[in-house]
Nanobody
């Protein structure tokens, strides 16, 4: 699976951005999808995940209520709508895919994903 994230940029605190991740190479609906981020000097961390059908989502506590993950299997794309952005959300954001797995939330939390895209920079100014 090839993944290409886009939609990053510079935004003021309180603003919004929508990230997209386009997938190709395999049947998109066979994969659970996740968003991760890495800030300078910090380890990559899980942000949000969505199961293969879009029927279940999972978020890290720090973004719960502000970020929304969704997917369109007809367009082979997963999205991350980010609202009420804070300076601490500044990071490179990555999308990742892993084959359908009942333990998909555990895999997301541990960032054990099979395919990773190149990141897109999100910078939130105060």
């Amino acid at each position: 699976v090839q993944l290409q994230a886009s939609g990053g940029g510079l935004v003021q605190a309180g603003g919004s951005l929508r990230l997209s991740c386009a997938a190709s190479g395999h049947t998109f609906s066979f994969y659970d999808m996740g968003w991760f981020r890495q800030a300078p000097g910090r380890e990559r961390e899980f942000v949000a995940g969505i199961n293969w059908s879009g029927g279940r989502t999972y978020y890290v506590d720090s973004v719960e209520g502000r970020f929304t993950v969704s997917r369109d299997n007809a367009k082979d794309t997963v999205y991350l709508q980010m609202n009420s952005l804070k300076p601490e959300d500044t990071a490179v954001y990555y999308c990742a895919a892993s084959p359908i797995d009942p333990s998909w939330i555990v895999k997301m939390r541990e960032a054990v994903m099979d395919y990773w895209g190149k990141g897109t920079q999100v910078t939130v100014s105060s």
